[in-house]
């Protein structure tokens, strides 16, 4: 499906009713990320599943900010008329919630932060994205594809499915270099987020996959301890996409939460 929202047209999936459940992908991912969600929650929840700009369907000119993406979150909220969502948000999805949290809590009404973290990007980390920037503009998506599959999938994933691999790999190599290189800018300049964890007053979920190791179990820890009645979830055998690697679970501890906050 196609919506006008903040002034570009947005592609995204909505199935489902109940609940409205508002998914948002990392880097340099597309929708396709939550089919395993999808597919086994539409039954139970309204599942808003949108490319953000630059990735999948979504075309926009660069440059990207965590808020212009939270406002276009908010801008489609409004265009599908849904007033609160709760908004499940995957690594720089998790950036983006938290961007969401600050411009239009109003609009949120539970948080699931998955393989996320709070903080900003040390210089180290910006400097590798300069250089994934100046590796996209040279030779395409393939180069980051190929600089990121390890990290975006666990060891015991990548040891027994390596079919998932193969997916994933698919997904990161068809992503847009313009999308691409507007979102490493945009992760760069992104502030610290650890000052909002104590602001956030919502029913939240913390899920980290056990082998993650671009946003480990200590970044989930830090927010568990900061976010005031929070839960966390550790998925064994998961490494960075853990919802992907283990959907099973995943969407267990998902809709467990769902229940328990009396969401569904
Ligand atoms: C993601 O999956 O969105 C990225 O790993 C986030 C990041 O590079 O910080």
Redesign the pocket.
Known sequence: MIVRASGIDVVYDDVGTGEPLLFLH??PHSRALWTPQLTALGDRARCIVPDLRGFGGTSAAAPYSMDQYSDDAAALLDALHIERAVVCGL??GGYIAFALWRRHRSRVRALVLADTRASADDESTRAKRTELIAAARAHGARAVADASITGMIGRSTRDKNPSLVDGMYDMLVSAPVDGIIGALEA?IARPDSTPTLATIDVPTLIIVGEEDV?TPERDARLMHHAIAGSRLEVLEGAG?ASNYERPAAFNHVLSEFLAAVSLC
């Open positions: 990392g880097f690594s720089m992760m671009l960075h």
